[in-house]
């Protein structure tokens, strides 16, 4: 831990961890929309299910998971903390505790394989603290939560052990991951199903219960959580093919090694440099491992194949050697329902990362005699720190990021008002062709900021009806008197093209402000 507080003391600059940096005061990033939506959330009276909310999407309302809030962070801050104190960020603290947990988690893990060395213990935690794909995922708060796939890897390795499946440990992982990320819970999921396999062949009763328990607390669980779901129409997400892993990928992207044109737009997605320093560690555990016949893959069989699928599947269907394309795989059509939502494949590399990690530190441990060890664990460690100098540097350049204002606030409140309470905005999400990033997202957390409520707001898998009809039926059922209309220009244009949408537009008044007309209808 001490290792990881280093890191986050030497690398986090002033006021990160508070929510107060430069770096989170973006109104066109990604964490815009999280803190929008956590304000939005925190701000609601609790109500079940309990990660209902209907700030966004208003009036039927939408669920905290979909808004990539970590539901299960936000829920209990929600429950501890007063009301009082909104708006506010939390997601510092929450990448800070990220890092952390990745230190926890190989300790973990090292005390499961009995491994007994001061150094391989600080070089795993360096390695992971430091991990590639990790330090490249800044941004997407929830999906820096890696400390969930290490702690599922350690409770996979703890039930093979003791020969007895670790039923409260996988019942609080699948639970947590499930409210931290949709990603992650698969990654886990898999995991735990491998090691329910390897406990097969002595499966009694008793086993087959503790088995089951995790899958039945986690049903109850998402009940209490989201069920009932709002009613609309579920979206399918494009990018699956786009957002892959190039074959290079885990052997580009260090300070030693380059290679050119080692990726196509969108495999920043797949992103997963090992390290010179991993792959040479790797390299070795490979020529001991044919040396014992394989006799390592046969016994975790189940984890291997789990393994090789989340490989093949970080490829995707449309497989690249740097900018060539080597191979087209047509997936059969029941993999659409997959391959729709969980379109970011080269993600799923992540578990094969970690495994290749401490697998190549076990067997380094394993093989090297005592005076041998130290002196390689501290040649693979300097090794893969000076080869990650340039990903550590892109981090700290990415924490440190300036930001400008967009929307000009004084002009807004002028609009606004103090007796509005409803903003209704269009384009819907998914409705038109504006930029989401610089329209979209800031109204988002504008509305968050002063506790209102918007018909729409940047809400995953939810399509909701685009035509005009739908538009005017639900201006004509708004409150008049307590609400305004946000036009995008680049989308409705002038004043005089977004009155004729509006009931009574003769008495309408709009404004140009920013990037939208804003209306407002007097009876």
Same mark, same amino acid.
């Given at each position: 831990?001490?290792?990881?507080?280093?890191?986050?003391?030497?690398?986090?600059?002033?006021?990160?961890?508070?929510?107060?940096?430069?770096?989170?005061?973006?109104?066109?990033?990604?964490?815009?929309?999280?803190?929008?939506?956590?304000?939005?959330?925190?701000?609601?009276?609790?109500?079940?299910?309990?990660?209902?909310?209907?700030?966004?999407?208003?009036?039927?309302?939408?669920?905290?998971?979909?808004?990539?809030?970590?539901?299960?962070?936000?829920?209990?801050?929600?429950?501890?903390?007063?009301?009082?104190?909104?708006?506010?960020?939390?997601?510092?603290?929450?990448?800070?505790?990220?890092?952390?947990?990745?230190?926890?988690? #190989?300790?973990?893990?090292?005390?499961?394989?009995?491994?007994?060395?001061?150094?391989? /213990?600080?070089?795993?935690?360096?390695?992971?603290?430091?991990?590639?794909?990790?330090?490249?995922?800044?941004?997407?708060?929830?999906?820096?939560?890696?400390?969930?796939?290490?702690?599922?890897?350690?409770?996979?390795?703890?039930?093979?052990?003791?020969?007895?499946?670790?039923?409260?440990?996988?019942?609080?992982?699948?639970?947590?991951?499930?409210?931290?990320?949709?990603?992650?819970?698969?990654?886990?999921?898999?995991?735990?199903?491998?090691?329910?396999?390897?406990?097969?062949?002595?499966?009694?009763?008793?086993?087959?219960?503790?088995?089951?328990?995790?899958?039945?607390?986690?049903?109850?669980?998402?009940?209490?959580?989201?069920?009932?779901?709002?009613?609309?129409?579920?979206?399918?997400?494009?990018?699956?093919?786009?957002?892959?892993?190039?074959?290079?990928?885990?052997?580009?992207?260090?300070?030693?090694?380059?290679?050119?044109?080692?990726?196509?737009?969108?495999?920043?997605?797949?992103?997963?440099?090992?390290?010179?320093?991993?792959?040479?560690?790797?390299?070795?555990?490979?020529?001991?491992?044919?040396?014992? #016949?394989?006799?390592?893959?046969?016994?975790?069989?189940?984890?291997?194949?789990?393994?090789?699928?989340?490989?093949?599947?970080?490829?995707?269907?449309?497989?690249?050697?740097?900018?060539?394309?080597?191979?087209?795989?047509?997936?059969?059509?029941?993999?659409?329902?997959?391959?729709?939502?969980?379109?970011?494949?080269?993600?799923?590399?992540?578990?094969?990362?970690?495994?290749?990690?401490?697998?190549?530190? /076990?067997?380094?441990?394993?093989?090297?005699?005592?005076?041998? /060890?130290?002196?390689?664990? /501290?040649?693979?460690?300097?090794?893969?720190?000076?080869?990650?100098?340039?990903?550590?540097?892109?981090?700290?350049?990415?924490?440190?990021?300036?930001?400008?204002?967009?929307?000009?606030?004084?002009?807004?409140?002028?609009?606004?008002?103090?007796?509005?309470?409803?903003?209704?905005?269009?384009?819907?999400?998914?409705? #038109?062709?504006?930029?989401?990033?610089?329209?979209?997202?800031?109204?988002?957390?504008?509305?968050?900021?002063?506790?209102?409520?918007?018909?729409?707001?940047?809400?995953?898998?939810?399509?909701?009806?685009?035509?005009?009809?739908?538009?005017?039926?639900?201006?004509?059922?708004?409150?008049?008197?307590?609400?305004?209309?946000?036009?995008?220009?680049?989308?409705?244009?002038?004043?005089?093209?977004?009155?004729?949408?509006?009931?009574?537009?003769?008495?309408?008044?709009?404004?140009?402000?920013?990037?939208?007309?804003?209306?407002?209808?007097?009876?």
């Amino acid at each position: 831990m001490a290792i990881a507080a280093i890191f986050v003391y030497r690398y986090f600059p002033e006021g990160f961890i508070a929510g107060t940096s430069s770096y989170w005061m973006s109104e066109t990033e990604d964490v815009t929309q999280y803190i929008a939506g956590f304000n939005a959330y925190f701000h609601s009276p609790l109500s079940f299910p309990l990660l209902a909310f209907d700030t966004f999407n208003y009036p039927v309302g939408t669920r905290a998971t979909f808004v990539d809030i970590i539901p299960i962070y936000s829920l209990l801050l929600k429950l501890v903390l007063p009301s009082g104190m909104a708006p506010f960020n939390p997601f510092g603290y929450w990448v800070a505790l990220a890092f952390i947990l990745q230190s926890v988690g #190989g300790w973990w893990i090292l005390r499961e394989l009995n491994v007994r060395s001061w150094s391989t /213990l600080v070089c795993c935690t360096v390695l992971l603290v430091c991990f590639p794909a990790l330090m490249a995922r800044l941004g997407h708060i929830s999906l820096m939560s890696h400390w969930i796939l290490l702690m599922s890897i350690a409770l996979y390795i703890r039930s093979n052990r003791l020969r007895q499946f670790a039923t409260l440990g996988w019942t609080l992982i699948l639970v947590v991951s499930i409210n931290v990320h949709a990603y992650l819970f698969v990654m886990a999921l898999m995991i735990y199903l491998c090691s329910a396999l390897s406990s097969l062949d002595k499966l009694t009763r008793h086993s087959a219960l503790r088995i089951i328990i995790p899958f039945v607390v986690l049903i109850l669980v998402m009940a209490a959580a989201l069920l009932p779901m709002p009613v609309g129409q579920v979206s399918p997400e494009w990018g699956f093919g786009y957002y892959s892993m190039n074959l290079l990928a885990p052997i580009t992207g260090g300070s030693y090694v380059t290679i050119p044109d080692a990726m196509m737009p969108g495999q920043y997605e797949g992103f997963n440099y090992l390290g010179l320093g991993v792959i040479a560690s790797f390299v070795y555990a490979l020529i001991q491992l044919r040396r014992e #016949g394989w006799a390592t893959v046969r016994r975790h069989r189940y984890l291997a194949i789990v393994l090789a699928l989340f490989a093949c599947y970080a490829l995707s269907d449309s497989i690249y050697l740097g900018t060539r394309q080597i191979a087209v795989l047509n997936y059969p059509d029941f993999m659409k329902v997959l391959t729709s939502q969980f379109r970011a494949s080269g993600r799923f590399f992540w578990p094969v990362g970690y495994i290749i990690v401490i697998f190549s530190l /076990l067997t380094l441990y394993r093989t090297l005699p005592r005076k041998v /060890l130290i002196p390689v664990m /501290l040649a693979l460690l300097v090794v893969q720190v000076s080869d990650l100098k340039m990903q550590r540097s892109n981090f700290k350049a990415g924490l440190n990021r300036p930001y400008t204002p967009l929307m000009t606030q004084s002009a807004w409140d002028a609009q606004i008002g103090k007796d509005v309470r409803n903003v209704y905005y269009y384009p819907k999400f998914r409705c #038109g062709k504006a930029d989401t990033l610089t329209t979209l997202i800031p109204m988002m957390n504008y509305v968050s900021l002063h506790n209102l409520k918007m018909n729409t707001g940047y809400i995953a898998r939810h399509q909701p009806p685009c035509d005009e009809n739908s538009l005017k039926s639900e201006i004509a059922g708004a409150d008049i008197d307590h609400s305004v209309f946000v036009f995008v220009k680049s989308e409705f244009g002038d004043a005089a093209h977004v009155k004729r949408l509006l009931p009574e537009a003769e008495s309408a008044q709009c404004a140009d402000v920013d990037f939208a007309m804003v209306c407002h209808v007097k009876r």
